[in-house]
Nanobody
């Protein structure tokens, strides 16, 4: 059984930075997609950044130029470096993995407020 554990959220001020981490455990194929989604209050969950095991990355327009997704050395780890945070980045951030199935982490709260 695959499980994802996300961490790194918190309360920060505008223009601050945060780094989210996600580690997957269980049976994971070397060919996979990992990424981050977020859901703000009253809104639908939306993709933020996606990374494939083949090395490609995609970003939401809102994340482009400010966020960077990267893979760890261990299979099934992914990070999201978030710089120049804005209040509109406030949301619960979810780690995502697609391998033989689709899996979600438990979510980590990011709050950007002065």
């Amino acid at each position: 059984q695959v499980q994802l554990v996300a961490s790194g959220g918190g309360l920060v001020q505008p223009v601050d930075s945060l780094r989210l981490s996600c580690a997957a455990s269980g049976s994971i194929s070397g060919i996979n997609v990992m990424g981050w989604y977020r859901q703000a209050p009253g809104k639908q969950r939306e993709p933020v950044a996606i990374s494939t095991s083949g090395g490609s990355t995609t970003y939401a327009d809102s994340a482009m130029g400010r966020f960077t997704i990267s893979r760890g050395n261990a299979m099934g780890t992914v990070y999201l470096q978030m710089n120049s945070l804005k209040p509109e980045d406030t949301a619960v951030y979810f780690c995502y993995l697609r391998t033989a199935g689709e899996y979600w982490g438990q979510g980590t709260q990011v709050t950007v407020s002065s």
